[in-house]
């Protein structure tokens, strides 16, 4: 067993549930953006009945507090793929939702702030992304539906980032497929029907392919950059299988990003598409 977050994800020192609210503390800097990011996930998520993402009940900007709405009874993505192997339909759902989010995810001029990549990377023209897209900030509530939260970017892609390449986000989540797991030696089984299941549920809600060789590019830098910044959460000791996890996992990511080089994609029927 080789993993990092597990039950323990969640525990933040930052979010506190005060009665039907969470009060999250953030950098002042970047509080706006994220408030704003929220309202709008929020309410695209109303529009187009594919997922969820907190009401912003007040925030503080001066003080970096913003005040969320609590949704109950909430499981991260991570916790459901641990209880539930037989999980490509939900992967196809979450692709399809990742899709919206890019597509129309609408943010105005002056949020639009470009996230840091190398420069190796293609150049993509820029959606809306969520920029920390991973198996802990997609959840599940109570009737299955998918709630997406956390709104601000990870740090190593420019914390406040707002658009940026669609590939950085299904990277972040691939990546957290295997990484973020309590297991990583199941998931790394498990890994490609699942990967492939988010893929096509991308594919499906956007009408185009990707560039499944520019996405294994994403996906090898990424874990590269990521392995290298300590986990939000957990102290020095609780980080060492976190970074043993992104070490091992990248040879799992370095083959599939070869076979995804070659053309050698094999379409996966889900659950969902049989429906």
């Not at 408030?35 to 929020?42: D, G, P």
């Not at 695209?44 to 609590?70: K, M, N, Q």
């Not at 102290?235 to 990248?250: E, K, M, R, T």
Request: charged share 20%.
């Amino acid at each position: 067993m080789l993993g990092f977050f597990g039950p323990r994800y969640g525990r933040s020192p930052a979010v506190m549930l005060s009665g039907n609210l969470v009060r999250k503390r953030t950098d002042p800097s970047l509080c706006e953006t994220e408030a704003q990011m929220t309202r709008l996930a929020h309410a695209l998520g109303l529009d187009t009945g594919a997922f969820r993402s907190p009401w912003v009940l007040r925030s503080d900007l001066s003080a970096g507090i913003i005040e969320l709405e609590h949704l109950p009874e909430l499981r991260t993505i991570g916790q459901v793929i641990r209880e539930q192997e037989d999980c490509l339909e939900l992967m196809y759902r979450v692709g399809g939702v990742l899709a919206i989010i890019h597509g129309h995810l609408d943010v105005p001029p002056a949020f639009r702030r470009p996230v840091r990549l190398p420069c190796h990377l293609p150049r993509h023209p820029a959606a809306a992304i969520h920029g920390d897209f991973n198996t802990m900030n997609v959840c599940c509530d109570a009737s299955g539906a998918i709630v997406v939260l956390d709104w601000a970017c990870a740090k190593p892609f420019g914390a406040g980032s707002t658009i940026g390449p669609r590939y950085l986000d299904l990277a972040t989540f691939l990546r957290s497929l295997a990484v973020h797991q309590a297991s990583l030696l199941c998931a790394m089984r498990h890994y490609r029907d699942r990967a492939m299941a988010l893929i096509e549920g991308y594919h499906g809600q956007w009408g185009r392919s990707l560039d499944l060789s520019v996405l294994g590019q994403f996906l090898l830098a990424v874990n590269s950059i990521l392995r290298r910044h300590p986990a939000s959460c957990g102290d020095l000791w609780q980080n060492v299988p976190y970074h043993l996890a992104g070490i091992v996992a990248h040879r799992l990511f370095a083959g599939i990003a070869r076979s995804w080089q070659k053309g050698g994609r094999q379409r996966l029927h889900t659950k969902a598409e049989a429906a």
